[in-house]
């Protein structure tokens, strides 16, 4: 498991930190974004209404069934969150010399 926390659904299978690999954590994320400039209410109604769906009890249990935790967010956090992984793995391709075609 690449994640930094076993997976509810197979808690069985360790993390790659807790097998031996220190500080490697690695999992796949979504979220969603709007144009630059979409106006301030709008991104909070979409927020607010995203985060029903989060929050509803049948559709989490589904998807953590399939091992996809959700996560309610702010605009805020999700932006920082966002920025970070940037970071992150903007070194990774820098390092490798990846390139896009």
Request: proline share 6%; with cysteine.
């Amino acid at each position: 498991m690449t994640s930094e926390k076993r997976v509810a659904a197979i808690p069985e299978i360790p993390t790659v930190d807790e097998s031996g690999v220190r500080d490697y954590a690695f999992s796949t994320w979504c979220g969603l974004f709007a144009p630059a400039g979409t106006p301030q209410q709008v991104i909070s109604r979409l927020n607010d209404e995203t985060g029903k769906i989060v929050e509803d009890g049948e559709t989490r249990k589904k998807l953590a069934g399939q091992g996809l935790p959700m996560i309610k967010s702010s605009p805020e956090a999700f932006a920082s969150f966002f920025q970070c992984e940037m970071e992150r793995w903007g070194k990774v391709v820098k390092a490798a010399k990846i390139h896009a075609n």
